[in-house]
T-cell receptor, first 117, second 113 residues
Framework: AQSVTQLDSQVPVFEEAPVELRCNYS??????LFWYVQYPNQGLQLLLK??????LVKGINGFEAEFNKSQTSFHLRKPSVHISDTAEYFC???????????????FGKGTKLSVIP | DVKVTQSSRYLVKRTGEKVFLECVQD?????MFWYRQDPGLGLRLIYF???????EKGDIPEGYSVSREKKERFSLILESASTNQTSMYLC????????????FGSGTRLTVV
């Protein structure tokens, strides 16, 4: 079974400062990795995903994430945050097991990013 | 773009009622999922389906059942609603292949009183 750990439940950061939201996963098979964002009272929006290829993945709104297989991590970064980035961020992993009933997407518990003016 | 439609945005039900949450997709995807989202717990998988009439339990299936009679529709059933099932419920589908990815509905906020 796979699992996802988001190491920080809340991250306060000043506007225009850089931010890193940490995510570690465990799985016995190869995985695909995702970051989603949820703004207050809204649904889930895909920020970026890693399927294969370059381990540095660029997403929407200036976010990027780096897949590190040896450390089983997929940390999300932004060099300069804005007030509008205040939201909850979820890391998720989908295993590549091809048996029946596979392709489950497992989520971390989320990190609330608060951008302080 | 894939569209995943959940029939109700907000729902209020009484304890003991049988509740149906409906999810419809428009892209003929095989895999569909039901999650519940609670503060501090993230999204947890309740049930999923990989074909018509095929279903698998997720991490928290107790108190729930599902139905998939047609490919485009995946229903979550609360046989006898309880207050601890008050939550946000999210449906999702999976597109496999080179553009592998999940599409989520906008969610149903269920309150059981």
């Amino acid at each position: 079974a796979q699992s996802v750990t988001q190491l920080d439940s809340q991250v306060p950061v000043f506007e225009e400062a850089p931010v890193e939201l940490r995510c570690n996963y465990s799985s016995s098979v190869s995985v695909y990795l995702f970051w989603y964002v949820q703004y207050p009272n809204q649904g889930l929006q895909l920020l970026l995903k890693y399927l294969s290829g370059s381990t540095l993945v660029k997403g929407i709104n200036g976010f990027e994430a780096e897949f590190n297989k040896s450390q089983t991590s997929f940390h999300l970064r932004k060099p300069s945050v804005h007030i509008s980035d205040t939201a909850e961020y979820f890391c998720a992993v989908s295993d590549l097991w091809s048996g029946a009933g596979s392709y489950q997407l497992t989520f971390g518990k989320g990190t609330k990013l608060s951008v302080i003016p | 773009d894939v569209k995943v439609t959940q029939s109700s945005r907000y729902l209020v039900k009484r304890t003991g009622e049988k509740v149906f949450l409906e999810c419809v997709q428009d892209m003929d995807h095989e895999n569909m999922f039901w999650y519940r989202q609670d503060p501090g717990l993230g999204l947890r998988l309740i049930y999923f389906s990989y074909d018509v009439k095929m279903k698998e339990k997720g991490d928290i299936p107790e108190g729930y059942s599902v139905s998939r009679e047609k490919k485009e529709r995946f229903s979550l059933i609360l046989e006898s609603a309880s207050t601890n099932q008050t939550s946000m419920y999210l449906c999702a589908t999976l597109m496999q292949g080179p553009h592998y990815g999940y599409t989520f509905g906008s969610g149903t906020r269920l309150t059981v009183v």
